[in-house]
């Protein structure tokens, strides 16, 4: 598995890289997720509110994008868009550490690819357990 950090117009936030492939590979395994590669892109809320408006067509922030690029029974790869300054936000919202909620937001778009959804109001509360159990499974 392929996981790589980039910056759009931001500074990178420091993530372990080694630490964090490795956990990422626990929690692909744990849902029978076959990962490939996956890019996670840091950036602030107006270039990912630029991402959401034109690709998604929705004009609100969001912390938080996930584009899987392959095709369904493919091995994924994909691009996460991250939201720095939603991150910093949500850490204070929720009364987390910046890095905790990046983490949180990091493994939220790998459950995503793993096929948890989070639209409906059942959904969410799934999503959010989940997040939970794999925080719990980085070391």
């Known amino acids: 598995m392929q996981v790589d950090f980039f910056a759009a117009d931001v ?11 490795s956990w990422i ?5 744990k ?18 509110l630029d991402i959401n408006t034109r690709f998604l067509k929705h004009s609100t922030l969001t912390d938080i994008i996930t ?3 392959s095709e369904k029974g493919e091995p994924i790869e994909a691009e996460i868009y ?7 936000e949500n850490a ?35 999503m959010r357990k989940t997040e939970d159990a794999c925080l719990s499974l980085r070391k």
């Open 25 to 29: 590979k626990a929690v692909s395994r």
């Open 31 to 48: 849902y029978n997720a076959k990962i490939a590669s996956l890019s996670f892109v840091f950036c602030s809320d107006s270039y990912l």
């Open 67 to 69: 584009f899987p690029l």
């Open 11 to 21: 500074t990178a936030p420091r993530v372990n890289k080694s630490k964090t492939t």
């Open 92 to 126: 204070k919202l929720f009364k987390a550490t910046a890095t905790e909620e990046l983490h949180r937001v990091l493994i939220h778009g790998v459950l995503h690819l793993c096929g948890f959804k989070d639209k409906t109001k059942r959904q969410k509360a799934l």
């Open 82 to 88: 991250i939201s720095l300054e939603r991150v910093a």
